[in-house]
């Protein structure tokens, strides 16, 4: 006895089976980009009231805020924080700028997070940005290169270091006042 099938039964099957392996390497692939990246509103983009418009412009660029908590850093904090910048010249007077006033550290979550997160930011120098960028988060709220309103994380590894230093092991000098935690 042989089994014969249809034409119909044999395109459906295959066309089928296609869609189906395609689907599944799609959501695959969308997985394996989906990112968290560490943001931080400086002190300066808190007290130049740059905060709402920030946040606007990271919700509309299709990033998800899952935690965000607004913090005091103190000296230790920052420099440890910081540590990888210990021998350059600026150290510092950033340290003394990150602790001159609370900052909003957040948790992004989006495909792509951590450079899609840089590039909407601009460039370190906010003067620079002005000009090269000036679309970008640090062109709309930044002075210069330290004063440049907001952080993000340069790598995934950073972003991740990053993000442990704030929400998983947050040193004892840090005070926070949680806005939300979603993760």
């Not at 920030?54 to 899952?66: D, P, T």
């Not at 792509?112 to 003067?127: C, F, K, N, Q, Y």
């Not at 993000?152 to 935690?181: K, L, T, V, Y």
Request: charged share 20%.
């Amino acid at each position: 006895m042989t089994v014969r099938s249809s034409p119909f039964l044999t395109r459906w099957l295959f066309f089928g089976f296609f869609f189906f392996v395609l689907s599944v390497a799609r959501s695959a692939g969308r997985e394996a980009r989906s990112e968290r990246t560490l943001a931080i509103i400086k002190p300066d983009g808190l007290f130049g009231n740059h905060m709402d418009a920030v946040k606007k412009i990271i919700l509309e660029s299709g990033f998800r805020i899952l935690k965000e908590k607004i913090i005091q850093l103190d000296e230790e904090s920052a420099a440890s924080f910081y540590a990888e910048h210990s021998a350059r010249s600026f150290f510092p007077s950033l340290v003394q700028y990150m602790t001159s006033g609370p900052v909003l550290v957040m948790v992004l979550g989006k495909d792509d997070a951590v450079s899609s997160w840089r590039t909407l930011i601009g460039p370190t120098d906010a003067s620079k940005a002005k000009i090269t960028h000036p679309q970008s988060i640090r062109a709309m709220c930044g002075t210069d290169a330290e004063k440049n309103c907001v952080h993000g994380s340069d790598s995934p590894q950073s972003a991740q270091r990053e993000i442990s230093f704030f929400f998983h092991s947050m040193p004892s000098g840090i005070n926070a006042s949680f806005i939300g935690e979603t993760l």
